[in-house]
């Protein structure tokens, strides 16, 4: 029996430029397959790596040959909930061609929104709901049978005589240690490029969960909401195993920059030191980023300069909104004052700062929007990364945001498009907010100047500035509609 | 080849992603940003409309009165930039606080000048008007900081302000002949914002405090009474923006 993990042919955030990654996940599950089910085939076709076009990714499935086929996301980095309705589509012209090959999809939006998954989508023959790796290995090993009985595969969302089963909830894993190291060499890893300037760009996700669980969160449906709150549940993998991993990117492939695309790297002071202690010792030639929480990183303050020495390049966190009290309402976990600090810091230690914030919140007008760009100019990080509230199915804030929803078109979902109004504003006004507030960012303090001209931040990381400052106007017009 | 201009006010309106109807209906324009920054103070909860090129916009409140706030610029080529986007954000009074030199040697440092013209010296306004063009100041801003000055109990003086782009070049013969077409005092910037305004159908007029004087030798750039005037000046602005709204 033969699996293919399909990438389809997709972008990134728009601010990122030309951004191909691997599809992490899929590299994780190749692993998880091939050391508990050496039996079952893996084929890899990442059309987004390889440039190929929808027909071009038609065309290549017949010769692979697969038994099923997989579409999902761990985390929301490509197109948040715009990689959906890419994969209906993707789904629909696999079934037009290939009418019996089974479609299994997964991992965000789909892994909370399973119901909707397979009631909306037809082309989908399974769904999986939650934490994905050993829900694929049971699938697989059943599914190779003659007879299966995919009613024991827990995790699994499947039909039978057209009903929609939900089988038994898969727990989460508890020990990441045990997952094998992701099957790098099924990939074209000489094709990714990160940032439109960073090659060879890999990114890697090294623990799950996050203990803040901000009530905005997209990342809460990337888990199976059985799970009473699964997403809160953070788990990380030790140490030395990412270090291990690293290394191997860095000697094997040759990958110089990583980006460690935790949702929150750093909840954990020892892991931390102990990172930074494998880090030494390994001396790496490799940049690294991680995405983490303000609190924490100011916790660490004493350990960044030399995390700094062993690469730490770059980090990304976030304010989102500009009052202490909406941070705690929120979930948040930090106050400005401590984002302020880690800013200050990390700009005496040469570290690019990119600090996301939000916008479209039920009660933003124009005051509360222009007090949190005034508030984020203050702190002055290096990359403002702006995104607009999502009312996904599945986060906590769903009930508050939804009667504001104003384009359900989906496609549309992708951080950078208005779909939701506010009590003052309307969509459109948000989006033109947003193009004003991207350009006031870039163009105000000296900053272009200064990043570009800066004689502490690492190339790279600035290569990153770049990337986010070059798609700006794109960014704007998509912003407000302009296009 | 003949094609339109290349670049409006109205196209960095736009590049500045500035929405219609922001301004508020008067507009107070100091020179230098640090003017405008002890201006902001008086304002009650400004927010940014756009900061360009060392300029910044901000609208706010004055005793409830919407006023658009901006450093418009020391020398007339950036000043004729601000007044041009400002009229085309739709404001409907402008008001200059300034600094000038004094040509009257009856007149001190800290003292205010209202000027009720301009004398073109500069070389931004023959791009929009001919030699024979009369740049006056609104007579309804004048009489407002005249009624504002008087309540404060300040010396002002009313004339034809001389604006020039030489600094250095204010020689005794340039200041002699501008003496016989009846300047009251010089600036290098009030010709380029009184006459792009006027053409554009803005009211505007302007509040200046004498910071030296020609026919004295008298330097008070750095006088502390000079200092006192200019904060003053932009009280005056301010109670002229109450008169004016007052009268409608």
């Known amino acids: ?483 | 080849m003949k094609r339109d201009i290349h670049l409006t006010a109205e196209d960095i309106l736009r590049m500045v992603n500035m929405e219609p109807g922001m301004v508020g209906k008067y507009a107070l324009v100091p020179g230098p940003m640090d003017r405008l920054r002890s201006l902001l103070n008086e304002i009650e909860k400004p927010l940014l409309d756009f900061s360009f090129m060392d300029h910044e916009m901000y609208t706010g409140c004055y005793n409830d009165i919407p006023v658009t706030v901006t450093n418009g610029g020391r020398y007339c080529p950036d000043s004729a930039i601000m007044t041009e986007i400002l009229c085309a954000a739709g404001t409907e009074n402008i008001i200059r606080i300034g600094s000038c030199g004094a040509m009257n040697e009856n007149y001190d440092i800290g003292d205010f000048i209202i000027p009720t013209g301009a004398i073109r010296g500069d070389g931004v306004t023959p791009h929009y008007v001919t030699e024979n063009f009369s740049t006056v100041a609104d007579y309804k801003i004048i009489n407002a900081l005249i009624e504002a000055c008087e309540k404060r109990g300040k010396k002002y003086h009313l004339g034809l302000v001389w604006s020039t782009d030489a600094l250095l070049r204010e020689t005794n013969e340039v200041i002699t002949k501008m003496l016989n077409l009846k300047a009251v005092c010089v600036d290098m910037v009030s010709s380029a914002l009184l006459t792009i305004a006027q053409v554009k159908n803005v009211r505007a007029g302007a509040i200046l405090a004498v910071s030296d004087n020609l026919i004295t030798g008298e330097v008070g750039m750095i006088a502390p009474k000079f200092f006192a005037a200019e904060t003053e000046s932009i009280k005056i602005a301010l109670d002229a923006v109450g008169i004016l709204h007052k009268a409608g």
């Open chain 1, 1 to 483: 029996m033969k699996i293919l993990f399909i990438q389809p042919s997709m972008g990134a955030w728009v601010t990122w430029g030309n951004h191909k990654a691997i599809n992490i996940a899929h590299a994780q599950f190749a692993a998880c397959l091939r050391e508990w089910a050496p039996e079952i085939e893996i084929a890899i076709l990442d059309c987004r790596a390889m440039d190929y076009s929808e027909e071009q990714m038609l065309e290549k499935i017949g010769p692979i040959a697969p038994d099923v086929i997989y579409f999902g996301d761990a985390y929301q980095m490509t197109e948040t909930v715009a990689i959906y309705p890419r994969y209906q589509r993707n789904a629909r012209m696999i079934k037009a061609k290939f009418p019996n090959l089974p479609i299994l999809a997964g991992g965000f939006y789909i892994a909370a929104n399973y119901e909707e998954a397979m009631r909306d989508t037809p082309e989908f023959d399974y769904v999986i709901a939650g934490e994905q790796e050993l829900t694929i290995v049971d699938f697989c090993k059943e599914f190779a049978k003659d007879n299966p009985d995919l009613s024991i595969v827990k995790g699994l969302v499947h039909r039978i005589d057209g009903r929609i089963i939900i089988n038994e909830y898969r727990p989460l894993i508890e020990d990441l240690d045990t997952l094998p190291m992701p099957a790098y060499d099924l990939f074209p890893m000489d094709k990714y490029i990160g940032y439109t300037y960073i090659k060879p760009y890999q990114e890697i996700y090294t623990s799950r969960g996050c203990p803040f669980g901000c009530t905005f969160c997209l990342n809460w449906v990337s888990y199976d909401l059985r799970g009473n709150s699964d997403w809160k549940n953070h788990r990380f993998r030790s140490a030395k195993l990412v270090v291990d991993e690293l290394e191997l990117l860095n000697t094997k492939y040759g990958v110089k920059f990583v980006f460690i695309f935790d949702l929150n790297f750093n909840p954990s002071r020892e892991r931390v030191e102990e990172f930074l202690k494998e880090m030494q010792e390994r001396k790496l030639d490799l940049k690294y980023g991680i995405m983490g929480n303000a609190s924490a990183l100011y916790r660490d303050r004493d350990l960044l300069p030399a995390l700094r020495k062993t690469g730490f390049v770059t980090a990304v966190y976030g304010l989102e909104v500009s009052e202490d009290e909406d941070l705690k309402t929120y979930g948040k976990g930090t106050t400005v004052d401590i984002i302020k600090k880690v800013t200050e810091q990390f700009h005496e230690l040469g570290i690019l700062s990119i600090v996301t914030w939000m916008m479209g919140f039920p009660n933003d007008d124009t005051r509360k929007i222009k007090e949190r760009h005034a508030a984020l100019d203050s702190i002055d990080p290096d990359v403002s990364s702006l995104q607009m509230l999502l009312p996904v199915p599945g986060i906590p804030m769903y009930d508050e945001v939804i009667p504001y929803l104003d384009d359900p078109d989906l496609s549309k979902w992708d951080f950078h498009q208005p779909v939701v109004r506010t009590k003052h504003l309307s969509k459109e006004q948000l989006g033109r907010l947003a193009a004003w507030e991207n350009r006031e960012f870039f163009s105000s303090k000296g900053r272009i100047q200064r990043i570009l001209e800066s004689k502490t931040l690492d190339p790279l990381a600035v290569s990153i500035f770049k990337s986010y400052f070059e798609s700006m106007h794109a960014f704007s017009q998509k912003a407000s509609g302009a296009n």
